[in-house]
């Protein structure tokens, strides 16, 4: 069933305040960019360190720069003019990529203190910080029936190495922004995020892309196999993107919420196999299991407690995996299909729909029309 996009009342006001999002090349910086434009928000300004060709999403009428935000002249030039601040950049992945690239993730540091103290020079009046469930303690995260986890499990720490750690410095610097100089900010624990638009191959894709890419890739060359990472009985949940830009917005606009890191995710928890046996069954394909042992797989269990977030918003994530998944997997099956060439994308999508600059594929014109109408389509078997 389509559902509309349900856009809060919280983030209104003055449409013509400028918006600043970091990050604005990838997965949900871009579909954030696209948010506000819908919600007639005028001045918005989208900043990634890829070139723009390569941004995943461009809006038009979204000024775009490419700029690197680890270096603090970049960032006073990011934060002119700025009224609100979105930082969703990061060196970032799976876990593939996190556990290899500690380094890289540690430095998005950098992003965070040049980031904080341009926006707070520039009189920024709210900082919105995309932390990560990877800050919660590991300890917690062991047993794959995992106790979900609530905002104060963070402390005592012992964040995932180099990227949790990170994430847990980063809201440090944010909750002491607010305390010694009075600068609102916004603290956001991402669960993982999955949907249209996002990393679907290249080696940082999670675990609803990869999943995805594998089963489409076995579909379509005849070969009737799968391999997971770990044994598959690791859990996690995974929130849609459109919940996330909801609650993006409605976490930056609640004041009960300044510099009070709270949990952002589903808690609808899955196994990795139970998430194969969606995306099997959206695929109308059965597929052999091999495993990779030796593989990165991160914790054992992960859940996100949303008692929290309830209470102070009155929401939390509700779309259905399933419900998500077969939107998710549609737009990646199309992607797949175009970069093998095995099916023109041009077929399946008019010319007259594009509204917006393509990154990677054509665009709808429309949010709604890219998390709904599309999702309706079955792919080919
Ligand atoms: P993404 O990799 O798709 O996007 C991040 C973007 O940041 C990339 O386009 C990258 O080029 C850009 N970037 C990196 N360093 C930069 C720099 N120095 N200057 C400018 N741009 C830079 O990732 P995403 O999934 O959109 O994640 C966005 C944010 O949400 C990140 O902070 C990430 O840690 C956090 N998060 C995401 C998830 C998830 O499941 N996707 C989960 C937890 C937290």
Redesign the pocket.
């Given at each position: 069933m389509n559902k509309e996009l349900k856009l809060p009342a919280n983030g209104s006001g003055n449409r013509e305040r400028m918006i600043v999002i970091?990050?604005a090349?990838?997965?949900?910086?871009g579909a954030l960019a696209r948010y506000f434009h819908e919600k007639g928000f005028t001045h918005t300004r989208a900043?990634?360190?890829?070139p723009l060709a390569e941004w995943y999403q461009r809006v038009r009428g979204v000024e775009s720069l490419c700029?690197?935000?680890?270096n603090e002249e970049s960032c006073q030039r990011v934060c002119e003019g700025a009224t609100e601040v979105y930082n969703?950049?990061?060196?970032?992945?799976g876990m593939g990529f996190i556990e290899r690239y500690r380094i890289e993730c540690l430095r998005?540091v950098l992003?965070n203190t040049h980031l904080l103290e341009a926006a707070y020079r520039a009189g920024v009046e709210r900082y919105f910080f995309?932390s990560?469930?990877c800050a919660y303690n590991t300890d917690l995260q062991k047993d794959p029936h995992v106790r979900p986890l609530k905002e104060s499990d963070a402390y005592p720490a012992m964040a995932e190495r180099g990227y949790g750690w990170e994430k847990l410095f980063s809201e440090m610097l944010c909750q002491e922004y607010w305390a010694e100089r009075g600068m609102k900010t916004f603290i956001a624990r991402?669960h993982?995020?999955y949907g249209p638009y996002?990393?679907w191959d290249g080696g940082?894709e999670?675990a609803p892309a990869a999943i995805s890419r594998k089963v489409i890739a076995a579909k379509h060359s005849g070969t009737p196999r799968i391999e997971i990472w770990g044994d598959g009985t690791q859990t996690r949940s995974f929130m849609f993107i459109e919940d996330c830009l909801i609650g993006i917005d409605m976490i930056t606009h609640c004041e009960d919420l300044i510099a009070r890191p709270i949990n952002l995710g589903s808690s609808e928890l899955v196994s990795v196999n139970e998430l194969v046996d969606i995306v099997e069954e959206i695929a109308h394909v059965k597929l052999e299991r091999t495993y990779d042992l030796g593989a990165p797989k991160g914790v054992g269990g992960r859940n996100s407690d949303n008692s929290l977030i309830k209470q102070i918003l009155g929401w939390e994530p509700n779309t259905p995996l399933r419900e998500g998944m077969g939107k998710t997997y549609s737009w990646i099956e199309r992607e797949y299909l175009a970069s093998t060439s095995r099916q023109p994308l041009d077929e399946k999508q008019p010319k007259t729909l594009l509204a917006f600059d393509r990154g990677r594929s054509p665009l709808p014109v429309s949010l709604s029309e890219a998390f709904q109408g599309r999702g309706q389509e079955q792919p080919a078997r």
């Open positions: 970091t990050g090349g990838g997965f949900i910086g900043v990634d360190k890829k700029l690197d935000v680890s969703l950049a990061a060196d970032m992945g998005s992003i995309s990560s469930a991402f993982n995020v996002g990393t940082r999670k």
